[in-house]
């Protein structure tokens, strides 16, 4: 019986016989298209934010007056136009100066592939939030575990591991950062405007949602953030289901080691009103209550002019 199957050998084309090597190398690379703005949908739940600051627009001003030097990468939409994978920031600037279109490479990716590039292309910006880094990381996770199609516990950890060879930060840094990712809104933005920091937010993670926004409203409202020693203290409470508002008041009523102000003088200026053999300790105590002297006068004086 005969067999019509077509089988590729992997041959040669019949046109590319007659290119040169540097012919078919060029027809190799990736094609920049210029792709009208309107076609651009934005990645979806991209966790980088795209802000209206210094560095936008000096991008603007980049993009005025030499045009978009390195091309977006988008690919496909099923249902026409294309998703950007990369080049948010830039998509940005073009539309805020008005412009038709941008230079970008049409590439076929995956879902896994397209989270995976679209993470890598922007954790090399110069400045990411710690909320940037935290989803960014949670959805590069998520995705290496789908590709290797293994246990979600083995392929969290394998994942993990592919994420920390690839870039600056260590396996546990990286599981610190996800574990932002179950911050409130309200929490994670103080983390990004650094009022609250890495390790503290960590332990606050823990906390249940609703124990988060107990936690939130007394934060916002006596303007006071948990040191990592209240912040374990919170956790712990919140394993015991002792978590209460009265608790979370009169934790975050200590007064934190790093909330007491000081008033610094150089040793060398106070000196010459002690005897050289004077400790900086018996200096301290001295000033404390020459100050106290000196306000019980004040207050003697202004007694005496209100009495005339």
């Known amino acids: 019986m005969k067999n019509d199957r077509l089988i590729d050998l992997g ?8 290119m040169s090597t540097e012919e078919r190398l060029d027809a190799k690379k990736p094609k920049v298209e210029a792709i009208p703005l309107a076609d651009l949908t934005p990645f979806r739940n991209h966790p980088f934010k795209v802000k209206e600051d210094e560095e936008m627009a000096q991008l603007m001003r980049s993009i005025a007056d030499a045009g978009v030097l390195s091309p977006a990468l988008a690919r496909p939409l099923p249902d026409g136009g294309y998703e ?11 539309k805020a100066l008005g412009m038709d279109t941008m230079p970008v490479i049409i590439r076929d990716l995956t879902d896994e592939e397209a989270v995976i590039t679209m993470v890598d292309s922007n954790l090399q910006r110069e400045h990411i939030l ?13 995705a290496l575990s789908h590709q290797g199609k293994t246990s979600r516990q083995v392929g969290e950890r394998w994942s993990v591991s592919q994420i920390s060879e690839a870039g600056t930060d260590s396996e546990r840094q990286i599981h610190r950062y996800i574990r932002l990712t179950h911050l ?6 103080l983390v990004d405007e650094g009022k609250i920091a890495l390790t503290p937010a960590v332990e606050l993670s823990y906390l249940q949602p609703s124990e988060q926004e107990m936690l939130f409203s007394v934060m916002d409202s006596d303007e006071v953030t948990p040191s990592l020693s209240q912040a374990r203290r919170l ?6 289901q002792t978590l209460t508002d009265d608790a979370v008041l009169q934790l ?5 080691g790093n909330q007491v102000e000081y008033v610094k ?4 200026k106070l000196r010459s009103f002690f005897r050289p053999d004077t400790s900086v300790k018996q200096m301290t105590e001295t000033l404390v209550k020459a100050m106290d002297f000196y306000n019980k006068h004040l207050a003697r004086q202004r007694k005496d002019r209100d009495a005339r």
């Open 252 to 256: 975050l009523s200590e007064v934190k």
């Open 265 to 268: 003088v150089p040793v060398d």
């Open 84 to 94: 950007l994978i990369s080049g948010h920031r830039r998509l940005a600037a073009c």
């Open 235 to 240: 956790r712990r409470m919140s394993e015991a």
């Open 11 to 18: 041959l040669t084309g019949y046109e590319e016989l007659f």
């Open 184 to 189: 409130i809104p309200d929490i994670l933005k």
């Open 130 to 142: 710690p909320s940037e880094k935290a989803f960014a990381y949670k959805m590069k996770m998520e």
